[in-house]
């Protein structure tokens, strides 16, 4: 079954990942930042040749989630990364608060509706795990998901990273790739980029008083992304947490392993029987005279 790329940022499978220790900035042997906007050139457009051979091969469909906390870049990065491929093979979708529709059911319904079909890559700009995440460090949220009043929270938690895992299962089973990446800025950029936004009349819409109070839940939202990863990250749906305290960094990053992923599959271009070769080759003989009249 699918691993995904090695990579020093991709997340253990064995639960031993600790937040406190992974990296915000990019290690010392990175390449420098025009190496990175280059690197990134050539990612996109090696992306947009890959997409366009899974799309012909058919066989598996691609599931890229990002999570990350406020201002970490996932807007910027999704659009400098995806720049290059062709729409009819790629969604994104962007999951906000969920609909009054979405409750009645159970708690990855929304999520599943946006699937990709094979042949096609699919973004979640957040996902499935906002409710492991912002609906653990604001469990009020629970009193509006109408669930059965038998177990307690912490069982809830547990019983939701079991369905997560199960579900990304059957998914790898029948031919998704699943590809995550937690977008990890440091609290002291996430400052940085909040006093730029309100210095920057372009950028004030990005600006929301709620950002501050979710900013003030940093140490519970920390704890919540550790358990969430170590719990979810697997050989058939991996975690990568990516440096996203600079921002040439963590698209280049993001972009070689997308690259890398989809090199790792068996995609090609589907190919003709020899008599369909000559059917072809006798359609093209026509044409030619047609043409030459």
Not at 42 to 60: N, T, W
Not at 74 to 84: E, L, M
Not at 153 to 162: F, L, P, S
Not at 213 to 226: D, I, V
Request: with cysteine; proline share 5%.
């Amino acid at each position: 079954m699918f691993k995904g790329p090695d990579s020093l940022f991709r997340v253990p499978f064995d639960g031993t990942f600790d937040i406190a220790k992974a990296r915000t900035t990019p290690p010392s042997d990175a390449p420098k930042k025009e190496e990175r906007k280059e690197g990134l050139r050539k990612f996109v457009e090696e992306l947009s040749e890959l997409q366009h051979k899974l799309y012909a091969h058919d066989r598996y469909s691609v599931l890229v989630v990002f999570q990350a906390m406020d201002a970490a870049g996932k807007d910027g990065t999704i659009r400098a990364v995806f720049s290059g491929v062709n729409p009819a093979g790629c969604e994104v979708y962007s999951f906000k608060h969920p609909s009054a529709l979405a409750l009645d059911h159970d708690f990855l319904w929304r999520n599943w509706l946006r699937l990709p079909e094979r042949g096609r890559i699919g973004v979640f700009n957040r996902s499935h795990y906002e409710e492991v995440l912002i609906v653990r460090v604001h469990p009020e949220i629970l009193a509006a998901q109408k669930l059965p009043n038998s177990r307690t929270t912490d069982e809830i938690w547990a019983e939701r990273y079991d369905s997560i895992r199960d579900a990304e299962r059957h998914l790898a089973r029948n031919g998704t790739i699943i590809v995550k990446f937690f977008l990890h800025v440091s609290r002291e950029e996430q400052l940085e980029r909040f006093i730029s936004r309100l210095e920057e009349p372009e950028k004030h819409w990005k600006f929301s008083e709620g950002d501050l109070q979710e900013r003030t839940l940093w140490p519970k939202y920390m704890e919540a992304y550790q358990d969430t990863l170590n719990e979810t990250s697997r050989s058939w749906a991996p975690w990568y947490a990516i440096p996203a305290d600079s921002k040439s960094f963590m698209r280049y990053e993001v972009a070689r392993i997308l690259v890398e992923t989809l090199k790792s599959l068996d995609i090609h271009f589907p190919t003709v029987s020899k008599e369909r070769q000559k059917e072809l080759s006798g359609i093209k003989e026509k044409l030619l005279k047609e043409q030459k009249r």
